[in-house]
């Protein structure tokens, strides 16, 4: 059991919500418009110098198999990015129980 | 930006926002009218009033005077001016501009009844009109046929004319050549004599003759019959038989001293359209009435008055002012057409690829289309002015797109998805396209509202341009983005060495623009590297432009050709219909040698022009079909019918905004017409001595001569007879006096008792007519005495015109140019009359086309020093920052030599349009040093240094700035070239902007950096106004950053 938290560029947002259609994930919480910087890619500020933010999706995912598709996809959306800094991130941190 | 953003996320709401545009501007297109230019018709209202016989003096002090005061009273006037003339005054009231005309009209009616008791017993009630005399007639026609010009004359007048006079927006219809029917009694004066009757007893006895008088009912048991007395004549024959008077018990019949002749008016006028005779009718329309309305208004009544007309009667449209105007607002809509086309061929060359030029295209007509909506709000029109706005803005609208397009494209280039580069690029460029457009905004609200007929003339304009770059930033922050997010891929962007001939023609030209690019960053890397070189150079170049403005001449406002042009013909003093007609007739043969002249329209005595006034209209063939422009073919009139004696000839085109006027007007002013007429006879003197000035005419005119009857006024009172009788019974039998009417087929015509004409043709003449005493010699008979016992007969000479200004009275010495333009000439005559020794009382002025431009310009600077003020307004809000407008505000002065050098390579004047031109410039030039600035901060923000950042900015946005500034310059280039008709009015502002855009750019590619780094300097040094500036904006911009800065995780 597994949450799993998502960070991309706005524009990513619905390929993002594409893929956890995809895999069957209707649950999760999401916080748009959020400004930040990752490692060795430019600031998403959403200012004029720093223009663009990002969308950050928090999934609680219990079943391991959906996990596994789920990283599948998202590792072939960043195939298709060109520049790296672009690519989608997604972080996983074990859960212990959901109540 | 969120705008953008929502167009990206919601592209059929994006499309439908710009769709609703486009349909109401579609439909606010159909509904626009058309118009030479805005509606700056001054209110003018004339009074014409008519007293038959009376000379010029005493229709100034008996008349004219009086309707003066009257109408003094009345709010909002500007001017009153005044012409007295045989027999006609006419008091022409000029209000204010934003002075209702009707209402105005109203007033003056309502203060002239007032006074008309005062005014002499026997004028024809006072005609207020809402028209200015002078104007010229919107159409002309001429009516002609197989039948006798009186008959022809009848059915003008009574039929056709009360017709067209109907036709909303008609300000008058003269009839000008015409023979109107008349019923005459010539009286022989030695049988007047001989019968001992004066010419009363005629007239009394002929209006006694015709009179039906209602006698009341006749009640017969239970009906009721109508009694009248059936008195009139019935045929022109019964005159014969009336009684005149029954001397001694003989009865004297009116055949016994008199003919009665079924004939027409004596001539006053005169139409003649390519030689032959017509009856014309010259239609004057309304002040502040539409032409184009009203000519269409016209030539549908005209059609109805066609149906009916007989068959051997042929009406023809010798003069259409509307053809020209539709004719010019057309081809304003070609270049526009034109420009556009051109604008989108420079993106496509700089994109190399069909779907962003498309994006970018689409600005243009949604931005055009829906200023339409905005012109129709506010109830412009599509005139020269509206058009021109948008043939000039058509180059700009498109800007706005390029920008954001070429950002986006450049951010697909560096990897982002289009969706990606959409938002990010709109956002990254939303400050600069905005600045742009409120630059230009600031730019043109200070030109629409300048006070004064050019403030008027140029409101449409400035609203125009404002509305259409403000709907081009819309469509630039919606459309633009949406279509490009998705609608743009990323294998677009590949242009490579192969292909067609297009592709690698487009391929060579990105290629050398990219070795350009790379050289422009090592030249900003020099210039920043030797500043004080490149800050002495723009200085230089600065004061090389004010030394290069004294070789351009100056005029009110270009003269177009229209095609046409118009000859006013001047017979000599006292010249009757048929000298003048023959004058007109020399230089209509003359003429007629040249191939490019299509039609001559005469008319002499037309409105309340004398007969020895003419004018000559000729037509030419259209401005493509020939070589000559119509000044030279002017020239060439004037130099051929020098020759021509006993004319004063003047040769003018149709007038533009300035007026229909000459174009040099000056003005004596005093009150003693003896040392008036010293005074102009002085500036006269001096205006014909000036090279440069022809057809120079004094209004005064030489006298026209004249017979004066001196009366002994003791001797008259001896006998019997006094002032009043002798000068109604003289008028009576020279001037003739209108006895009663004849009445035939419903129709009424004039009976006219006057002498026969060998009766009053010499000095002899007039020493023996007589005059009935009111003392009774023996058998009651009355004494006759003639003229010469109580009177002495003298000739002499008096003015044939009196005219005033603001009710003092004025000689107008009036000139047309050839050769040299209106401020050199009048700066040489002004310097001369300067010197003239005036009494006081007495002033000379310059006034007409020379008052306004002086007006104009002063008001026109105003408005330029405005626009810089509020340039730098918008910049210094949109860039928080005091100091960085000022770099980039550097390219206005250098925007100034490409301007005064285009307009004397292309021998155009600095006028109210180039001047304008050069206003413009202040908008558009500031945009390369916008983009220029915006991005080196962005650059700096991200962490870059100053020098790296100037330079990375110059190369990166080098791009836009050129792709921006060609779409502008070939946007306008059909505006420039001038090849429509019309055009030369507003190529010269074409011309100014287009050459200020060339050197503004290329100088403050290199100066806008060297500036930039000299004010950050200054900012970071301790001390003097400029660092104080500089650390006072650093501190809001690091300030602002902190704030951001801390909310990054």
């Known amino acids: 059991m597994k949450i799993v938290f998502i960070v991309c560029n706005e524009v990513y947002s619905h390929r993002v919500m594409d893929l956890l259609a995809k895999n069957k994930i209707d649950y999760y919480t999401r916080w748009e418009e959020v400004a930040g910087k990752g490692h060795g890619t430019e600031p998403h500020l959403g200012t004029r110098s720093f223009p663009g933010l990002n969308t950050v999706l928090m999934i609680a995912i219990e079943d391991e198999s959906i996990l596994g598709c789920l990283t599948t996809n998202i590792r072939e959306a960043n195939s298709e990015i060109v520049r790296p800094g672009d690519r989608i991130r997604m972080f996983q941190i074990p859960l212990d129980s959901i109540l | ?1049």
């Open chain 2, 1 to 1049: 930006m969120k705008l953008a953003d929502v167009s990206i996320q919601r592209p059929v709401f994006a499309t439908m926002m710009v769709m609703a545009l486009v349909v109401l501007g579609l439909f606010s297109y159909v509904k626009l009218n058309i118009d030479q230019y805005p509606d700056v018709d001054i209110p003018y209202v004339t009074a014409t009033t008519v007293l038959p016989g009376a000379g010029p003096e005493q229709i100034e002090s008996d008349v004219t005077k009086k309707i003066e005061d009257a109408v003094n009273l009345v709010a909002g006037i500007d001017h009153i001016q005044s012409i007295s003339q045989e027999g006609i005054s006419i008091v022409i009231i000029q209000f204010k501009l934003e002075i209702e005309g009707r209402q105005a009209a109203q007033e003056v009616r309502e203060k002239i009844a007032a006074v008309r008791a005062n005014l002499p017993a026997d004028i024809k009630d006072p005609v207020i009109q809402r028209y200015d005399p002078a104007s010229q007639p919107i159409m002309t026609l001429t009516v002609s046929g197989e039948r006798s010009g009186k008959e022809i004359t009848t059915y003008t007048k009574d039929v056709i004319k009360p017709r067209l006079e109907n036709v909303p927006g008609v300000g008058s219809v003269d009839l000008v050549g015409g023979d109107e029917r008349e019923i005459q009694i010539d009286v022989d004066a030695g049988r007047l004599q001989a019968y001992g009757l004066s010419i009363q007893d005629v007239i009394q006895g002929v209006s006694a003759a015709n009179v039906e008088i209602p006698a009341g009912n006749l009640i017969q048991g239970p009906r009721e019959l109508l009694l009248r007395t059936m008195g009139k004549y019935t045929t022109v024959a019964d005159f014969a038989k009336v009684v005149v008077a029954t001397p001694g018990g003989r009865v004297v019949h009116l055949s016994d001293l008199a003919s009665v002749v079924d004939g027409a008016k004596e001539r006053t006028s005169l139409t003649r359209v390519d030689g032959k005779r017509a009856v014309g009718l010259n239609i004057l329309r309304q002040s502040g009435s539409n032409t184009v309305r009203v000519a269409d208004a016209l030539k549908q009544q005209l059609e109805r008055v066609g149906a009916a007309l007989p068959a051997d009667l042929h009406i023809m449209v010798a003069r259409d002012n509307s053809t020209f105007i539709r004719d010019s607002v057309h081809d304003v809509i070609f270049d526009i057409i034109y420009g556009g086309l051109l604008a989108v061929i420079v993106v496509y060359l700089f994109l190399a690829n069909l779907r962003p030029t498309i994006i970018s295209a689409l600005a243009l007509p949604t931005s055009i289309i829906a200023s339409f909506i905005i012109m129709y709000a506010l109830n412009f029109t599509l005139n020269v002015m509206s058009l021109m706005a948008l043939s000039l803005a058509v180059g700009l609208l498109i800007d706005d797109a390029i920008v954001v397009i070429e950002n986006i494209y450049r951010h697909m280039h560096e990897g982002s998805t289009p969706m990606e580069a959409a938002k990010a690029a709109t956002s990254e460029i939303g400050l600069a396209v905005m600045a742009t457009t409120f630059t230009i905004v600031a730019v043109f609200v200070p030109v629409a509202f300048m006070p004064g007929i050019v403030g008027r003339f140029f409101y449409q304009f400035g609203i125009t341009v404002s509305v259409s770059v403000l709907v081009s930033l819309f469509v630039a922050f919606t459309l633009t983005p949406m279509l490009a997010s998705r609608w743009l891929r990323k294998e677009d962007e590949e242009l490579t060495n192969s292909g067609g001939l297009l592709r690698r023609g487009l391929y060579h030209f990105n290629h050398i623009f990219d070795i350009m690019s790379r050289r422009y960053q090592r030249a900003i890397s020099w210039s920043l590297a030797h500043r004080k070189t490149i800050v002495l150079g723009a200085v230089v170049i600065f004061l090389l432009s004010f030394f290069l403005m004294r070789f351009l001449g100056s005029s009110f406002f270009p003269n177009s050709d229209q095609s046409e042009f118009n000859i006013t013909v001047n017979a000599s003093p006292g010249s009757s219909l048929a000298q003048t007609a023959d004058v007109c007739a020399r230089i209509e043969t003359a003429l007629r040698k040249h191939p490019e002249v299509t039609t001559i329209l005469t008319t002499i005595g037309a409105g309340n022009d004398p007969v020895t006034r003419g004018n000559i209209l000729v037509k030419l063939v259209k401005k493509r079909e020939r070589t000559k422009g119509v000044d030279a073919l002017m020239d060439e009139a004037r130099a051929e019918l020098r020759k021509v004696a006993g004319a004063n000839l003047g040769f003018q085109t149709q007038g533009g905004p300035g007026g229909q006027g000459k174009t040099l007007i000056m003005s004596a002013r005093g009150e003693d017409m003896t040392e008036l007429q010293r005074v102009a006879g002085a500036v006269e003197q001096i205006v014909r001595t000036t090279r440069g000035a022809v057809d120079v005419e004094n209004s005064l005119e030489t006298s026209k001569p004249e017979v004066r009857i001196n009366i002994d006024r003791d001797k008259a009172s001896d006998l019997g007879i006094n002032v009043g009788l002798i000068a109604t019974t003289v008028r009576a039998m020279v001037d003739g006096y209108v006895a009663t009417q004849y009445q035939e087929g419903g129709e009424q015509y004039d009976v006219r008792v006057q002498l026969q004409r060998n009766d009053r043709t010499s000095l002899q003449d007039i020493d023996n007519l007589t005059v009935k005493s009111t003392k009774d010699l023996p058998a009651k008979r009355k004494l006759l005495i003639p003229i010469s016992d109580v009177a002495a007969v003298s000739q002499g000479s008096g003015p044939s015109k009196i005219n005033r200004f603001d009710r003092q009275r004025e000689i107008r010495i009036d000139a047309n140019l050839s050769g040299r333009l209106l401020g050199e000439v009048l700066g040489d005559v002004e310097a001369r009359t300067a010197r003239l020794q005036l009494q006081p009382g007495y002033s000379v002025r310059v006034t007409g086309q020379g008052e306004m431009q002086a007006e104009s310009f002063g008001n026109i600077l105003l408005s330029l020093a405005l626009a810089v003020v509020f340039v730098y307004i918008v910049l210094a809000a949109q860039f928080e920052s005091f100091s960085y407008p000022f770099a980039i505000m550097l390219a206005l002065p250098m925007s100034l030599i490409g301007a005064v050098f285009a307009l004397l390579v292309c021998g155009s004047a600095l006028s109210v349009i180039s001047m304008i031109g050069i206003i413009m410039l202040m908008g558009l030039v500031t945009k390369n040093g916008i983009l220029l600035v915006d991005y080196a901060n962005v650059l700096r923000d991200r962490g870059m240094a100053r020098t790296e950042a100037l330079v990375l900015a110059g190369s990166t946005r080098l791009r836009p700035i050129l792709m921006t500034t060609f779409a502008m310059i070939f946007g306008m280039l059909p505006v420039a070239l001038g090849l429509g008709e019309g055009s030369e009015f507003r190529s010269p502002m074409g011309q100014a902007v287009i050459g200020g855009l060339i050197t503004s750019t290329l100088l403050t590619l290199f100066i806008v950096p060297v500036v930039y780094s000299i004010i950050d300097d200054l900012g970071t040094r301790k001390g003097g106004a400029g660092g104080r500036l500089a650390r006072l904006t650093a501190r809001f911009r690091k300030r602002r950053q902190g704030t951001v800065l801390e909310t990054v995780p």
